[in-house]
Every structure is written in C-alpha cells, then in structure tokens.
C-alpha cells in the first residue's frame, strides 16, 4: 500500500497509518481523532473486517469505511453494506480505481461535514431567530383603552426573519396618551437588541414630559452617544388629549400617519421635519399639532404595510390603504387595524412577508358608530 500510495504519501494527499487487525484498528481511531476513513480487509485475525464496522461508529461515527473483499463475494459484501461499509473494492486490488473509491469517499465526508455546519448554522439561526421574535413580542402592550372618548388598538405580524417593528402606549400627565411607532434597521438579534433599548429610552424620556419633539430629541441623543452598531430607528411619536381631540407630534423619519375624518374622507397627516434617531445627535425635530373631531381616526403604520408586495412585485402603498376604508369609515380602532392587515395580506396573496407588518389605530369617540 505504501509503494503503490508513494505518490499520494509524498505529495500529503494521504496520510496512512496501518493496523493489524480490528481491535488494532480501533484502537488507533481513538488515538488519532483526526482519521476519515477506513480501509479494511473482511478477513482479519482476532476481529474481522465485518465485527469491525459494527464496532466503528462507537468510536467515531463520522469516519466512513471502505471494505475490501474477494472478487464474487458478495455475501459478505451485502453484509459490510448492511453494517454501515460506504463502498467497497474487490481483490485483486485495481490501484487505480482504489484511488478512485479514496478520492470520492473523501470528497463525501468534506460534503456531509459542510452539510452537517450549514445545518448547526441553520440551527443557531431559527434559535435566534425564534429569540428576536420572542423579544421582540414581549415588549409590545397587549391591553389598550377603550372608552366613550376614544379607542387605541394595534397589532404586529412579524416577518420570518424578524424585523424591528414595535408600537407603544404611554402614559402622559393631565390625562393624555402618548402613542408611538418604529421601525429599527436590520433583522434579528441585533434589531431585536437595539428595538428594546430604543423602547425603554422612549419610555424613559416620556417620564414627566408631553412635549414629542423634546422626547424624540432625548431619546436621539442618548441612542447617539452608544451606538457601535450604526444602527438607527424612525420613530413617530403623538400625544392625544381625549378631552379636546388635540393631537401633537413629531416624527423621525417615519411613515407619516393617514387620517380618516368621520365622513371617511383620508388625508396624510402634515409632516414635519425630522430623520431617524441614532444617526445624528443634536437634531432638532419640529412639533405640528391637529384636532381629531368626534369619530375621526389616525392609522399609525410601518413601511411593512406600504411596501408589502404581492407575487407580481407591486407593492400595497397608500392608495390600496385609503381604499381599506372607502365604502364606509372606520367604526372602531380594534375592527380597523384588523382591516388593514387583512387588507395587506389579501394583496400580497401568499408572496413571501419580508418586513414586520405594524398598524396602530386611534379612534375619537362620537360621531357615526
């Protein structure tokens, strides 16, 4: 074997060490942890070939065996198969189609081996993944007020490899209701990560504050002064006063919310200036304000909503959401969220979901029930 291998020895295609018999040959498994196949003869003192491959798998189930057998033997071939042999060569032994069966049971093992990391990859990344989405669920409220005076529903259908959607509801001195939604950049874990710190500063900076422009400013500066990542977050933020129906905001960067007056009839919220938090420090973000009369209702959104796309590559955008409420006008803020999301998925018909889909509903209490 070694004068007809010289070659292959030479060259380190092959390294070959040699062992007497079975228990021989187990025993140099164990001390060479880094052996890949092995060669065996089926007829061997002490422990043959067949006792052999029944024995291998204990030691290291990853090496793969070649048996070699007499030429119509096929008895104990079918038997060697049946142990676990992955080919076999018949004697005489032609050298050249050993190097042949060599060369491909080698070639195998590197491919079940880069097959076996794809998969622990794979695993990692559905444990990750399954992480992201459980993070990203646990901070989202899941009780929202209900009154005569106004209503506030939202809802998150988070995409397979989890985005950085969240809303939240704070609460604001005097009465009022701060209502927010963002969308972090980037996908799992580390989305996961900087949505909850962009949360808990949000609510953080909310403490004592009605004011969203000096909240969104806070909030910015802190994301700004630790953030390794370069990762940023829009981030719409409104305060609402059930009282008066006033409704004051500020936005970085983010979608701008739809407004449907009692009559049904839908407009953009007025934007006001302002990028996404985390990029920049110093930024001042504007403040508008509207009054949402009795029955009107705001829609708060993310880009999942607008940019979801059906199988033709169309995207919803905002025609298709005007068009959620054009026979009849929002009748409530639970029924009007969960009409937009099947909107959204009616549209996109099974295409593949590759952003959170986020809507946020307020609704002003009076006019048409």
């Not at 032609?94 to 990859?121: G, M, P, Q, V, Y």
């Not at 009780?143 to 995409?159: G, K, N, R």
């Not at 504050?209 to 700004?224: A, G, H, T, W, Y």
């Not at 025609?319 to 009849?328: G, K, Q």
Request: charged fraction near 25%.
């Amino acid at each position: 074997m070694r004068q007809r291998m010289r070659r292959e020895i030479r060259s380190g295609d092959y390294e070959f060490v040699f062992a007497g018999n079975g228990i021989e040959a187990l025993a140099k498994l164990r001390e060479h942890k880094d052996i890949d196949m092995v060669l065996s003869d089926i007829n061997m003192p002490e422990m043959d070939g067949l006792t052999l491959l029944e024995q291998i798998p204990s030691v290291d189930p990853n090496v793969r065996s070649v048996v070699v057998s007499a030429y119509g033997d096929m008895k104990n071939i079918r038997t060697a198969m049946n142990r676990g042999a992955f080919d076999f060569v018949t004697k005489p032994i032609d050298f050249d189609d050993l190097r042949i069966t060599i060369t491909r049971t080698l070639e195998t093992i590197e491919l079940w081996r880069s097959a076996l990391e794809s998969r622990d990859k794979l695993v990692v990344l559905e444990n990750e993944l399954s992480l992201a989405n459980r993070m990203q669920q646990s901070i989202l409220p899941t009780s929202f007020p209900e009154s005569d005076s106004y209503q506030v529903f939202a809802s998150m259908e988070a995409a397979r490899d989890v985005g950085g959607d969240f809303f939240d509801l704070l609460p604001i001195e005097g009465g009022r209701v701060g209502l927010a939604v963002a969308d972090v950049s980037g996908k799992g874990i580390p989305a996961a990560m900087f949505m909850m710190s962009s949360r808990t500063l949000l609510r953080g900076a909310a403490i004592g504050q009605s004011d969203p422009s000096k909240i969104l400013r806070e909030v910015n500066q802190l994301l700004c002064e630790n953030n390794d990542t370069a990762m940023f977050v829009t981030l719409f933020l409104g305060i609402f006063d059930p009282e008066t129906g006033e409704f004051v905001y500020a936005n970085g960067g983010h979608n701008p919310p739809v407004i449907f007056r009692a009559d049904g009839t839908p407009s953009l919220l007025p934007t006001t200036d302002g990028i996404a938090l985390g990029i920049f420090p110093d930024i001042i973000f504007q403040e508008n304000s509207i009054t949402l009369a009795p029955g009107d209702t705001a829609i708060l959104y993310s880009d999942g909503v607008t940019e979801a796309e059906n199988v033709e590559g169309e995207q919803f955008e905002l025609d298709r959401l005007y068009e959620v409420f054009a026979e009849a006008p929002p009748r409530d803020a639970r029924t009007a969220t969960d009409d937009v999301l099947k909107a959204v998925n009616a549209f996109a018909d099974g295409a593949p979901q590759f952003d959170d889909i986020t809507c946020l509903t307020l609704r002003r209490g009076g006019g048409a029930e």
